[in-house]
């Protein structure tokens, strides 16, 4: 990163960050968001990856209060 | 303005996220909570009832462990998603700063992702809505917010291509109707979804929904002045400098 010197009082227009630079983290934490998403609004609602109804009840005030269709 | 790693932005949005999900976490207690059991009260009181089935998380548990997980977890997810959009964003809309960007972009995503599919779709207290359904109606959930993004996205592009020829205003009130009708048309194509029991109290039912809105804007409206805040700290060094150094002469 090259850090300029000159110190600016006005800031200058934002140089926006390349999608070069920002794909590798777009789909990394882009997945890990939506993964965590999953488990808080549909899992073992619609489709269940783990088995029993644990992860549903806990999360059960949370998801009718987010919006999420529960049961 | 010196470059910016995404990895510095994404760490501060988890972290204004986290304090979105406490302020989502307060709202919902302190004004959802009743509406939920209100409604438990009702689904138990009525004609079809669970049985006797063993509950694995007890009430009190789901109403502030359990609701606590929820709204933290969503908070974080919410604000890493909105940090990568404002990592595009950012230097990308006009001549914003850090903080109105972070606002817009929280207005943005409130919009989309939440106003918007509620609108079709919008949230039931516990008794409303029929398990047998819960695949259909979290499929329409989960395509609505895809949809209302997407033609969100769209909107922004077609308002860029005519940028140049209306000029800023005309061309954000084009891509703004362009995108309320493609939104109407997806209202009037996907199926309805009334689950509402009969005799369930009408009043319950908008109340609850009224409440699960409040919680979102509580939610993006924290989110966004916290992230300003964290991204200005970060991207701009004056900001944090014209405190930390104090001049000594």
Request: with cysteine; hydrophobic share 55%; aromatic share 8%.
């Amino acid at each position: 990163m090259a850090h300029s010197a000159v110190p600016t009082t006005a800031p200058a227009a934002i140089s926006p960050i390349s999608l070069k630079e920002l794909a590798p983290w777009a789909l990394f934490v882009g997945v890990l968001m939506l993964v965590l998403l999953y488990l808080v609004g549909a899992e073992q609602g619609a489709t269940a990856v783990f088995q029993g109804d644990t992860i549903h009840e806990w999360m059960h005030d949370g998801r009718h209060l987010l919006g999420f269709p529960c049961h | 303005m010196n470059q910016i790693s995404p990895r510095v932005l994404l760490i501060r949005g988890m972290l204004a996220g986290l304090a979105a999900g406490v302020a989502a976490f307060l709202v919902a207690y302190l004004l959802g909570e009743s509406k939920v059991d209100a409604a438990i009260a009702i689904e138990e009181a009525g004609a079809h009832d669970h049985g006797d089935e063993m509950a694995p998380v007890s009430r009190a548990l789901q109403a502030t462990a359990g609701l606590g997980t929820g709204t933290l977890l969503y908070g974080v997810a919410i604000g890493g998603i909105a940090a990568l959009v404002f990592c595009y964003a950012l230097g990308r809309v006009g001549r914003f700063g850090p903080r109105a960007t972070a606002l817009l972009v929280s207005g943005g995503l409130f919009l989309t992702v939440n106003l918007v599919p509620f609108l079709k779709y919008p949230s039931n207290p516990p008794a409303v809505g029929d398990p047998d359904t819960v695949v259909q109606r979290t499929t329409l959930f989960v395509l609505m917010i895809a949809l209302s993004v997407l033609l969100a996205a769209g909107a922004l592009i077609l308002g860029r291509r005519l940028a140049p020829g209306l000029g800023n205003w005309n061309a954000s009130i084009v891509a703004s109707l362009a995108f309320v009708a493609a939104i109407g048309l997806a209202y009037a194509l996907l199926p309805g979804i009334n689950e509402v029991p009969k005799g369930f109290p009408a009043a319950l039912v908008w109340e609850f929904r009224i409440t699960t809105l409040t919680i979102q804007v509580a939610l993006w409206a924290t989110f966004g002045l916290a992230f300003g805040y964290l991204a200005e700290r970060a991207l701009v060094p004056g900001a944090t400098a014209k405190k930390a150094v104090q001049p000594t002469g």
